[in-house]
């Protein structure tokens, strides 16, 4: 399990990890580490199945999942600076990686993790504009999966310095966490 995040994190920090924007085919090779994740994960999924039982696999594959999202979500919340390109160059990606990892959990995982929240909550971040963000925030869609200083971190990364934006990122504060 160990080796498709350290996979995934060795292909991407080659490429000036997620935040390599501007180097050529960054996106494509994002793309490429994602599918052989999923396919290194549907691999160990094989062999599990062959040789465990249901409910000694079934952790091996959602502790596998678990990880590779929670490191996809450290080097996203900590990007200085993400251009609209970059921001949705990064979402798209995110979603190919969810869908294929939809696929390969369908039948063996019910609950969705709290990394796997956090995950889609980020693709939406990527996504929406600030007023959005503010508000999701505020009715604790947010605030209940992340703490305001990553909040405000990404919003600063995706979004120009202005006196109206910094205002409206001043209103992300709150830890509920």
Known sequence: ???STQSTGALIRQVGGLDGQG?????????MAFVQTVALINKYVTAWKKNLPKDKYQPLLQSTIDTTLKLLLVDTLTIPDISAKHSTCLSNNFNLLLDQLSKVR?????EDSESWIRFKLVIGVLDDGLVKIVENWENGTLSKYF????????????????????ALRRRITGDIL
Request: hydrophobic share 40%; net charge negative; proline share 0%.
């Open 106 to 110: 369908s039948d063996d995982l019910v």
């Open 1 to 3: 399990a160990v080796v």
């Open 147 to 166: 703490r305001s200083s990553e909040i405000q971190h990404l919003v600063k990364a995706l979004f120009q310095n202005t006196d109206k934006n910094a």
């Open 23 to 31: 180097k050529e085919n960054h996106g494509l090779v994002i793309e």
